[in-house]
């Protein structure tokens, strides 16, 4: 339902946000009312050409400022200034002294100076504008409407259809836009074309980057394929609780030195357990080197009951070690466990091992080595993706200035998306993917399982997902909300101590203006980052509801510590339009999307019956297999018990230990370690029962509803929308009056100063 209010909101918030910005727009005169950017001029106009050309074609001109000046030049002459400043300090620091020390700072920093200053000469020489744009400012509003009017052109008439008496000089094609606000304008990048390779080039180093962090990644989980494939155990906890001292520091016997001693200390002991645990028509047995084995002498036992007995075995002998005075026969039982999972891990054939290694650690999770959640490794692996994505936080944003947007805001939105793109893929689908088991889930993605080194673990959200990669997961929401409030407090620490060293050590009057400004504000990196976070949580939240806790704190100590940041430390940001608000309100649509289908496929994992034609377990697809086949050995291994020779084997003997013996050497005990053991058979994904369940049906009508809300939403949108260009152009008219009589009243914003 949550979802559904969001997706019909969203809506509803960017017609508000628009209409606030209309009122604000048509509620404020600033210069941009009466002015328009003309790019494209050629390099030698100068200002009263322009002045005349657009004068003499829509009306009076009252001021024209030309931009000529190349980005590298800005650049160069920001490094002269800055240079200037630390000769005055230098300078001052000198006299201050008492000219003592000598001036070898001054002189360096004025060599430095000479020698920047001819390396511009030479830039200025060999370089001339190849772009100069123009901020023309007209006396009146309708002037510059008429402007815009006339010189409304697609890309096809820019080119083919462009009346030679409308150029520039009768021959020079030129743009004609609305001028962005002076105090957003980049006027560096106003020469600079709209160039596809620059976005393209971005792009690719984010990929790149993207590329480097999946390598990371994938370091971090092959710790965890190399403990899928083995399932090997403590052997010297084993040890401990059986009570007997293994050999070690024998080189490669010694682990078939302690396979020897440890079947020698449990052989007789599980034959034991098996008797211990035998009741009624169920007889169980566990002989070394073999599996748990539950038969059934009652003939209406089927391959259902074998396998739940099997498993009901171990708990049962689970249940028994952590509570010795519950273990049948006598309290001695109580190593019937620890001797089980010895069997497993020393007495089992390599070829049986590792296609059946997750029956094996789930059976016996306490003794794994390094087992899921054990040493805190998902911790470790948490707090490392949380420092990659804050080394994204520095590195990232630097990629946005590279395609030389024109305005403040574009680049804002470009770091908002960049940060967004490079963490979501990196926690929510590529450490999710490489703990995926495709081979298990699909089988018809081979090309990618290998690409992508796709080896993992987890076929499906099954609930030991959830304890390893959902554990990570839910931490690096966690941490990554920590180290944001560690880095404000930082940020306003260290200005506060700032400003106190700069009170004792200033030396210019411009050094001492900076230790009180503050750092600046980024909008766009920490909307990017507020973004990843809100999507990160609405993907996961469906079956992980804590996220909601942890991201409603991060809420309230953002808000509470970005409003002391901004009226107290940092310096006022400019104002910021609302694309970037458009755009993180796409972001929780989109989200809201992925939480649907997430949810969705999360809770349709267990069965369940069908909403419309409800039907028995029997008929899923859940139940093609029969359960022996995922069973330790799978079905070749674990055949149907002869059910007169058991009954014979316990009427000589007393019990069905000679029995067990016979079948476990008739099977598993005959396989060698250059057999090829199949692994159990693929789980059935229910692609075609999923969705019609009770458990999917109302994450799938959820997902149905959002999508087809924002879909309808945007045609709307875009019906509404359609050619509506020239109109958007009038209607934005103010009814001013001319630019003098604004600025003599006072009325126009920026004219006066306070």
């Known amino acids: 339902m949550g979802s559904v209010i969001v997706a019909i909101v969203a809506p509803i918030i960017i017609i508000l946000l628009n209409q606030t910005d209309t009122a604000l727009s048509r509620g404020t005169v600033t210069l941009r009312d009466y002015t328009v950017l003309v790019s494209g001029l050629p390099s030698d106009v100068n200002e009263e050409e322009v002045r005349c050309f657009f004068a003499l074609k829509y009306g009076m001109v009252a001021d024209v400022t030309l931009v000529k000046t190349e980005c590298r030049q800005v650049n160069k002459q920001r490094l002269r200034l800055k240079l200037m400043e630390d000769y005055d300090e230098a300078e001052a620091a000198l006299i201050a002294n008492g000219n003592r020390g000598g001036s070898g700072a001054k002189d360096a920093i004025e060599k430095r100076i000479i020698k920047l200053d001819k390396k511009l000469a030479r830039i200025k020489s060999r370089t001339r504008c190849k772009r100069v744009s123009a901020f023309v400012t007209f006396e009146k509003e309708e002037t510059k409407i008429e402007c815009l009017l006339r010189n409304r052109r697609s890309w096809f008439a820019y080119v083919f259809n462009f009346p030679r008496k409308e150029r520039f000089r009768t021959k020079v094609r030129f743009l004609v836009r609305t001028a962005p606000e002076p105090h957003d304008v980049k006027f560096e990048n106003l020469n600079m074309s709209n160039k596809v390779w620059r976005r393209l080039a971005v792009w690719l180093a984010v990929s790149a980057i993207v590329c480097f962090c999946y390598l990371f990644l994938r370091l971090l989980v092959d710790e965890k394929e190399k403990r899928w494939h083995s399932a090997s155990m403590n052997g010297q906890l084993l040890a401990d609780e059986i009570g007997i001292v293994i050999v070690k520091d024998r080189g490669e016997l010694t682990r078939d030195a302690q396979a020897s001693q440890f079947k020698t200390a449990c052989q007789t002991r599980l034959n034991e357990c098996g008797v211990a645990f035998s009741s009624g028509t169920r007889f169980a047995g566990v002989p070394w080197g073999a599996p748990p084995l539950v038969f059934y002498t009652d003939p209406m036992a089927d391959d259902h009951d074998r396998a739940y007995g099997q498993q009901n075995f171990v708990k049962d002998m689970k249940l028994c070690a952590g509570e010795p005075k519950r273990c049948p026969v006598s309290e001695d039982m109580a190593k019937c466990y620890v001797c089980h999972c010895a069997s497993q891990s020393y007495g089992l054939p390599d070829a049986v091992v590792k296609p059946y290694n997750k029956a094996i650690r789930d059976a016996c999770e306490p003794y794994v080595e390094n087992g899921p959640g054990e040493y805190y ?40 998306e960049l940060i967004l793109i490079a963490k979501y893929v990196n926690v929510a689908l590529i450490y999710p993917l490489l703990n995926a088991n495709l081979t298990q889930a699909a089988k018809y993605m081979p090309l990618l399982k290998q690409i992508f080194r796709l080896r993992g ?75 990843f976070k809100v999507l990160l949580v609405l993907t996961f939240s469906s079956s992980m509801p804590l996220l909601y806790l942890v991201l409603a704190m991060f809420f309230v100590l953002t808000y509470i510590y970005d409003w002391h940041l901004l009226l107290h430390v940092c310096r006022r940001p400019e104002r910021m339009k609302i694309s970037i608000v458009k755009y993180v309100i796409r972001v929780l649509l989109f989200g809201v999307g992925m939480h649907c289908l997430l949810g969705f496929w999360m809770w349709s994992y267990h069965w369940a019956p069908d909403v419309f034609k409800p039907k028995d377990i029997s008929e899923s697809l859940i139940t093609k297999h029969s359960p022996l086949a995922y069973a330790i050995g799978g079905l070749d291994y674990n055949p149907l018990h002869n059910n007169s020779m058991l009954l014979d084997t316990v009427r000589a003997t007393g019990s069905a230990t000679e029995y067990f013996l016979n079948y476990h050497s008739m099977n598993i005990g005959r396989i060698t370690d250059g057999d090829s053991i199949e692994g159990p058979p693929r789980v059935p994904v229910r692609f075609v029962e999923r969705p019609w369940s009770e458990t999917g049906m109302p994450f799938m009508v959820m997902m149905i509803t959002v999508v087809g809300a924002s879909l309808l939403w945007w045609i709307a949108y875009k019906i509404q929308h359609l050619g509506t260009a020239k109109s958007k152009i009038i209607a934005d008219r103010k009814n001013l009056p001319h630019l003098h009589n604004a600025i003599a009243a006072g009325i126009l914003v920026g004219s006066t100063t306070d």
């Open 377 to 416: 490794q998902w911790l470790w692996n948490s707090f490392c993706i949380v420092l990659m994505n804050q080394i994204l936080t520095m590195v990232v944003p630097a990629l946005a200035e590279l395609e030389r947007f024109k305005t403040h805001a574009q680049t804002h939105v470009r770091k908002t």
């Open 457 to 531: 673990e987890y076929p499906d959200f099954e609930p030991e997902w959830y304890n390893d990669v959902g554990l990570v997961i839910f931490f690096v929401v966690m941490l990554s909300v920590t180290f944001d409030v560690i880095r404000r407090i930082s940020t306003d620490l260290y200005t506060k101590l700032r400003r106190k060293i700069g009170v004792a050590t200033a030396k210019t009057q411009k050094k001492l203006n900076e230790a009180f400004e503050g750092p600046e504000l980024d909008i766009g990196t920490n909307c990017g980052d507020i973004a």
